[in-house]
């Protein structure tokens, strides 16, 4: 599976919509930063047929040293962002991927 950096999204989005390379980066670069911030103050942020983000608690669990599987080792519970895909999302990908 290839991966799509933010550059080259850019640089994709400044190709289609005929925009400066600079505009482009500046708009997602605000995105990215107001969504971290809606996230860090406890907001749900939800994007019709796209998705939704939201802060959640993972639960304190148990786990194990690959190299010392005897000795169990204790995961805290973390908050964590969780992304449950939109339904048009979902549909998009599951039509297209085996």
Known sequence: MATMTK??????IAQERQMHP??????????????????????????????????VQRKQKVGRNPKNAGI????PQRPAVKFTPGKKMRKQIEDRLP
């Open 72 to 75: 169990p080792i204790i995961i």
């Open 7 to 12: 550059k080259k999204l850019i640089t994709a």
């Open 22 to 55: 600079n505009e482009v980066r500046n708009v997602i670069q605000s995105f990215l930063d107001k969504l971290t911030e809606c996230l860090v103050d406890g907001y749900r942020l939800e994007f019709r047929d796209f998705g939704v983000f939201e802060v």
